[in-house]
């Protein structure tokens, strides 16, 4: 085949994203063969299943490219017919090799003075026919990845918005508008939103861009930054090419600085169409759905996200006041109340001991009720109520349903997701909290709870070198996040390690301020490893801060436990079932409970929790 005579018919594609190419090779004379090169690697992959995007308007426009080629224009079609709302049918007639069919002087319908010779038009005849059969195949799997349970035909990536003014106490505003972007962009049923905002630091965007790198499908890049000047707002927004970092397109958006919710939905709208989703009208339902609030409830809403996503003690006591804030400036607002709902329910669960969950999780369950009384459509609400339901009242079936809910609501929830795969640890289904898990990392991969979640389904499930590889990779997303060090050292005690596993607890204690966690985890290690004296040292700490904080009655248990007294053991964990400890939950897969199952009283107690 010559190959100068090599001619590129068709390629679809759109936005830099080739789906594949025809090239149709005629030879000049003498005997060589006529013939149809198709990209072998783009076949490949439509079979596997694996089709890049291609756009409706870029297969419409191709369509019009081949008819152009072979003069294919009059008002009936001699090639190429369009079937309307299916797709497209090739309508000439067709002889066999060999003799059947219209004679060797005849020529096809249509072609009569229109350019090529006849041999050379059945060629490109033939390379129609492989087109559109190309194409049938490749829009059909298109169709099905974007049904699928994926769901999702173009990933957005969002980097963090940036505060442009001067004061940096309003970084929260960014913050929280960027987040606000994130919720509305995921309701869009064919877009898959993944947020890089988890890590607002300095390297944040150096993170991001790392994970863009890696996960090479993200069709988008989303950032900008946010102002208020003169009783204005205005959102600077950008989409970037994952690849060349080129900016795609720019545009600002300005309204009053009270409508921030109205705002929020003119962009999200605006970058979901260019981003080339296609939006059925129930998405721009959602997108245009604006939930009415005062201006000062959202703001003091804004900011209790802000230092809620900070997970420490003060974070979420602050958090909590600002979040009351919102509420005492607009009783309806939902999502206010939802916010109240979280923080209450981390001040009360085990690791952030600041409440006893008895006077912790009522007003968290108070909290959350009122939000999905408000908002039934709220899915922040169904998943605060979820998970009181799943760590406070111990109803399994009632947090499954709630996080159910939540994820029909907006399946683009990592938290949902997050919390959901907590409901399947409790459970005792660990690969489907594992799957939870990473979808909902895939939502946030630099969220460091999530990481650590991960980490948590390995370690349930006694893959402890990967439990340990994965904490690790935490302690380096937040060198200083104490329970990345904890849960490494509970890993590293599985595997017998006990004196690496008594670092990372010193770690943790340091980062911590000598939590009662960090400290309790310290005491358990130095008695598995033989150390006695260390073991007694740690647990007289312990004693001496219950008197002036709460210290959960479990880590009073964990240490008698690893001391080998069972009797207080279980003394303990009867004070633990009293305060409604939420670790209990996941007793029946945690590795350190395997002998303590053993005791009679201990099933009782496990059965009274999951009868």
């Not at 090169?37 to 019009?64: C, H, M, W, Y």
């Not at 990536?157 to 994130?182: C, H, K, M, Q, W």
């Not at 939905?265 to 604006?290: F, M």
Request: hydrophobic share 40%; charged share 25%.
């Amino acid at each position: 085949m010559n190959p100068a005579r090599k001619q590129t018919v068709a390629v679809i594609g759109a936005g830099g994203h080739v789906g594949f190419g025809l090239t149709l090779c005629i030879a000049e004379g003498g005997h060589q063969t006529y013939g149809v090169d198709i990209n072998e690697s783009v076949v490949k992959s439509i079979s596997a299943g694996q089709v890049p995007f291609v756009e409706e308007g870029a297969l419409t426009r191709n369509i019009s490219l081949l008819r152009k080629t072979f003069g294919d224009t009059g008002d009936e079609a001699a090639y190429i017919e369009t079937i309307p709302k299916r797709g497209y049918r090739f309508v000439a007639p067709v002889r066999m090799a060999g003799g059947q069919g219209p004679g060797a002087g005849e020529q096809a319908p249509g072609t009569g003075d229109r350019g090529l010779p006849a041999a050379r038009k059945w060629v490109l005849v033939t390379g129609i026919l492989l087109v559109l059969g190309v194409l049938v195949v490749a829009k059909i799997v298109i169709r099905h990845h974007q049904t699928g349970p994926a769901g999702a035909s173009r990933i957005l990536a969002v980097l963090p918005f940036r505060n442009l003014e001067s004061d940096g106490s309003r970084d929260y505003f960014a913050d929280g508008v960027t987040e606000a972007l994130i919720a509305r962009l995921a309701n869009v049923r064919s877009l898959r939103v993944v947020s890089l905002a988890a890590d607002a630091g300095p390297q944040s965007d150096q993170a991001g861009w790392s994970v863009i790198r890696q996960n090479g499908q993200v069709n988008g890049v989303l950032t900008g930054a946010v102002s208020r000047y003169g009783g204005r707002l205005r959102i600077d927004a950008k989409l970037m090419d994952p690849g060349t970092r080129m900016v795609r397109w720019a545009k600002s958006y300005e309204h009053d600085a009270g409508d921030l919710l109205a705002l929020e939905s003119t962009v999200a709208e605006a970058i979901a169409g260019e981003i080339q989703v296609t939006l059925t009208a129930e998405d721009r339902a959602r997108l245009r759905q604006q939930r009415r609030a005062k201006p000062e409830a959202v703001d003091a809403y804004l900011r209790g996200r802000y230092f809620w996503n900070r997970r420490t003690e003060d974070g979420l006591r602050r958090a909590a006041a600002y979040f009351q804030q919102a509420i005492a400036a607009d009783p309806a607002y939902a999502p206010a109340y939802a916010g109240l709902a979280d923080s209450y329910a981390l001040l009360g669960s085990i690791g952030t001991d600041a409440m006893p969950p008895r006077e912790a999780m009522p007003l968290a369950k108070a909290a959350a009720e009122k939000a999905v009384e408000l908002d039934p459509s709220l899915a922040e609400g169904r998943v605060s109520l979820g998970y009181v339901k799943l760590s406070y009242d111990w109803d399994l079936s009632g947090a499954a349903r709630e996080f159910s809910r939540a994820l029909e609501l907006n399946p683009g929830s990592a938290t949902a997701r997050h919390w959901y795969s907590h409901y399947f640890m409790a459970a005792g289904n660990l690969d489907q909290a594992l799957e939870q898990m990473r979808e909902a990392l895939q939502l946030e991969p630099l969220s460091p709870s999530i990481n650590v979640g991960v980490g948590w389904c390995l370690y349930y499930s006694r893959q402890y070198d990967r439990a340990i590889e994965q904490f690790r990779s935490v302690t380096e997303i937040d060198p200083t996040l104490p329970l990345a060090h904890q849960t490494l050292g509970m890993a590293y005690e599985q595997k017998g390690l006990h004196e690496r596993a008594i670092e990372e607890y010193n770690r943790a204690a340091a980062f911590s301020n000598n939590s009662p966690s960090a400290v309790a985890a310290l005491a358990g290690a130095y008695a598995g490893g033989g150390k006695t004296a260390e073991a007694r040292r740690e647990l007289s700490r312990l004693e001496e801060m219950s008197r002036a904080r709460y210290v959960p009655a479990f880590y009073f248990a964990s240490v008698h436990y690893a001391m080998g007294d069972v009797n207080n053991t279980l003394d303990w964990i009867r004070k633990s079932v009293a305060e409604r400890c939420d670790y209990l939950i996941y007793m029946r897969v945690e590795p350190r409970a395997e002998k303590l199952a053993r005791e009679p009283e201990f099933g009782r107690i496990m059965k009274a929790l999951h009868p």
